[in-house]
C-alpha cells in the first residue's frame, strides 16, 4: 500500500517561513515525480510546484516562485517545500502527489497517482 504522509503544517506570521515535508512509502520513490498542490475552503485544488525524479527539473507557477523551493532526498523517499516569505493567500491545506508517468505535467492532477490527506497552512496577517 502506497502512502505519502505530509507533515510541517501550522500557523505562521506573514513573512515568516515553513517547511512541509512529504514521505512515501514507495519502494521505488525515485521512479516518481513528486508534486505540491493546495486547496482552499470553497476553491478548486491549485498548483503550487512540482519536481523530476532525479530532482534536477521542477515547475514553478508566478504565484510561488522566487518564494517557495521544491526538493527531494530519494534515499529518504521524502520531497519537501521550503516556503518563505509567506502571505495570507498562501493559507490552505497542503497536499503532496506521486507520478509514475516518465512525462509529467506537473501541473495536471489526472498525472498523479497517489496523494497525501494533506497538512494545514495558516498564514495569518
Known amino acids: 500500500q502506497v502512502l505519502l504522509v505530509e507533515s510541517g503544517g501550522g500557523l505562521v506570521q506573514a513573512g515568516g517561513s515553513l517547511r512541509l515535508s512529504c514521505e512515501a512509502s514507495i519502494p521505488t520513490f525515485s521512479n516518481y515525480a513528486m508534486g505540491w498542490f493546495r486547496q482552499c475552503p470553497g476553491k478548486a485544488r491549485e498548483f503550487v510546484v512540482g519536481?523530476?525524479?532525479?530532482?534536477?527539473?521542477?515547475d514553478y507557477p508566478h504565484s510561488v516562485k522566487g518564494r517557495f523551493t521544491i526538493s527531494r532526498d530519494n534515499a529518504k523517499n521524502t520531497v519537501y517545500l521550503q516556503m518563505n516569505n509567506l502571505k495570507p493567500e498562501d493559507t490552505a491545506v497542503y497536499y503532496c502527489?506521486?507520478?509514475?508517468?516518465?512525462?509529467?505535467?506537473?501541473?495536471?492532477?489526472?498525472?498523479?497517482?497517489?496523494w497525501g490527506q494533506g497538512t494545514q497552512v495558516t498564514v495569518s496577517s
Open positions: 519536481i523530476s525524479r532525479s530532482g534536477s527539473s521542477t
Open positions: 502527489a506521486a507520478s509514475s508517468r516518465y512525462f509529467v505535467t506537473y501541473a495536471r492532477e489526472s498525472a498523479y497517482d497517489y
